[in-house]
C-alpha cells in the first residue's frame, strides 16, 4: 500500500481558527530526507522565519495541504511523499529525486500584520546579533586558551632546557673537581718519591763516610 502525505505528530495543538485557503501563514520549519534523517533545510538555521500564502501552490503540495490543520502556536511533525515533495526532480543540490521528507513545523502566526511583523523581524535581527557575538566571544576564548596553552609549554621547555643545563653544569663541576682531586694525588705521589730519593741517597753517603772512616783508622 502506498504511503500518504499526513500529519505523524501534534506535539503542540495550538489556538485559536484553523487557517484556510488565502490565509498567510508565519512558519518556523526543519527539513529532512525521511530515508537518511539529513537535514537539507531549516527557517532557524538563517535566523528567520518563513512567510507564504496558504493553498496558492508557492510551497510544496504537502503543506499546502496539511498545515490546513495547525493553529497558531501549533507544533507537527509531518510526512510528504516525494509525489506531495519535490517528485523526480527533486530540489538540487539538497534534496535528490523521488525522496520522501519529514518537517517539524512551528506556526508562529497567521495573518500578521505589519506592525506584528516588523517586531517578529526585530526581534528576529536582534537574537542573530546575539548569536553572532557568542560565537565571536567563544572564538575568542578558544584562541585565548590556545594562546596560554603553547605558552605553558613554552614555559615547561624553558624549564626542561634550565634543569638539563643545571644539571650539564653540575656535572661539569663534578668532573673539573674530580680531575683536581687526581692531579692534587699525582702530585702528592711525585712529592713522596722525590723525598724517599733524597732519604736514601743520604743514607748511602752516610754509608760511604763511615767506611772512608774504618778504612782510615786502620792505616794508622
Known amino acids: ?78 510526512f510528504a511523499t516525494a509525489d ?26 497567521i495573518n500578521e500584520t505589519l506592525v506584528q511583523e516588523g517586531i517578529r ?12 557575538q557568542a560565537e565571536k566571544e567563544e572564538l ?6 590556545g594562546v596560554k596553552k603553547r605558552e605553558r609549554q613554552g614555559e615547561v621547555s624553558d624549564s626542561d632546557s634550565g634543569s638539563s643545563s643545571s644539571k650539564s653544569s653540575s656535572d661539569s663541576d663534578s668532573s673539573d673537581s674530580e680531575a683536581a682531586r687526581k692531579s692534587k694525588r699525582k702530585k702528592k705521589r711525585k712529592s713522596e718519591q722525590k723525598k724517599h730519593k733524597k732519604s736514601s741517597s743520604k743514607k748511602g753517603k752516610g754509608k760511604e763516610r763511615k767506611k772512608s772512616k774504618k778504612k782510615k783508622s786502620k792505616r794508622h
Not at 533545510?41 to 522565519?49: I, L, Q, T
Request: overall charge positive.
Open 121 to 132: 523581524f526585530r526581534r528576529e535581527n536582534e537574537e542573530l546579533q546575539r548569536l553572532e
Open 84 to 109: 506531495d515533495a519535490y517528485g523526480p526532480k527533486g530540489h538540487p543540490p539538497s534534496v535528490p529525486p523521488n525522496a520522501d521528507l519529514l518537517f517539524d513545523i512551528e506556526v508562529i502566526a
Open 1 to 78: 500500500v502506498p504511503m500518504s502525505s499526513r500529519v505523524i505528530e501534534q506535539e503542540c495543538e495550538g489556538e485559536g481558527p484553523f487557517p484556510k485557503v488565502g490565509d498567510k501563514l508565519v512558519v518556523h520549519y526543519a527539513g529532512c530526507l525521511a530515508s537518511s534523517g539529513r537535514c537539507f533545510d531549516s527557517s532557524r538555521a538563517r535566523g528567520h522565519a518563513f512567510t507564504f500564502t496558504l493553498g496558492t501552490g508557492k510551497v510544496i503540495k504537502a503543506w499546502d495541504t496539511l498545515l490546513t490543520k495547525a493553529r497558531k502556536g501549533g507544533k507537527l511533525k509531518l
Open 140 to 145: 575568542q576564548k578558544l584562541k585565548v586558551a
